[in-house]
């Protein structure tokens, strides 16, 4: 009896058109998956700086600006922990917290907030020294910070 | 009535290989480091965002141990660096560098590469940033 049904059913004359439903189903979990796996939005930021210019031929010498301000971040005896020094004297209070607090009482007695800050950095500090000296830089208001480059340059960035 | 789902699977297919594109660009760009916090990071100014080239630099077990330099997800040493920002700044005059080092690199290494940005005549720099945490 069923069998005689089933040979009853009709069959589409025209071409047969292809079931999207299901690949539609498999491409939109594919998509969700690429939209929230793809984040453009990093957490992530970066602190502008720019190196000393150069004259000459091959850049053979260095153009000098007189720095605002001279940041030194050197390592203490015996121990990998940052000394910060400005102008060749070290600060009161350690940290970079006091770093920014010098700065912005510099600021406030009338620093130009467009001078250089030069940045020099001994070979072992660690780079997060170096993002935190240019974050107290750039939030007390000075951002034109320079690093330095060259052991003699770093020599002279220690001096008062 | 029968729905024509050919025009949507058009654009479905569209926005997927935009996806699958974006996605591996931006893994390309960004290798997992472990970036210092910084409270003033702030994005890229967008006039150097076509000229940038992105220096990874991960640390090596021993932090005093050259580290990784990483360029577009391809493994480099110190002088294949050095030697690429001169091949680029030479092509490129309106170069700029993006370096990300981990956060207990030392200076030693990201100083090498700020003298070849130097020697390249390259002068902006940007180091990255996280901006999710605060600065102790």
Known sequence: MMRSKMHRARRPSGPSIPNLAPMVDVVMVILIFFMLGTSFALSEGVLPSQLPAQVGPGGAASVSIVPQVRIALVTREASAQCRILVMGKELSEEGFEALYAFLVQKVEAGADPAGRVLLAVDPVIRYEDVVYAMDACVRAGMPNVQLVVGPGEIAAAHQP | ?136
């Open chain 2, 1 to 136: 009535m029968e729905l024509n789902l050919a025009p949507m699977v058009d654009v479905m297919m569209c926005l997927l290989i935009f996806f699958m594109v974006a996605t591996k660009m931006v893994q390309q760009e960004t290798s997992s480091i472990d970036l210092p916090p910084a409270r003033s990071a702030r994005e890229l100014d967008s006039a150097l965002l076509a000229d940038r080239l992105v220096i990874n630099i991960r640390a090596a077990a021993d932090p005093a141990a050259a580290p990784t330099y990483l360029i577009r997800e391809q493994p480099l040493d110190e002088t294949s660096v050095v030697e690429l920002i001169a091949r680029e700044a030479a092509a490129n005059a309106q170069l700029n560098c993006v370096l990300r080092a981990d956060k207990s690199v030392h200076y030693r290494y990201i100083e090498d590469v700020l003298a070849g940005c130097l020697a390249s005549g390259v002068q902006n720099i940007a180091f990255s940033a996280a901006t999710e945490e605060t600065t102790p």
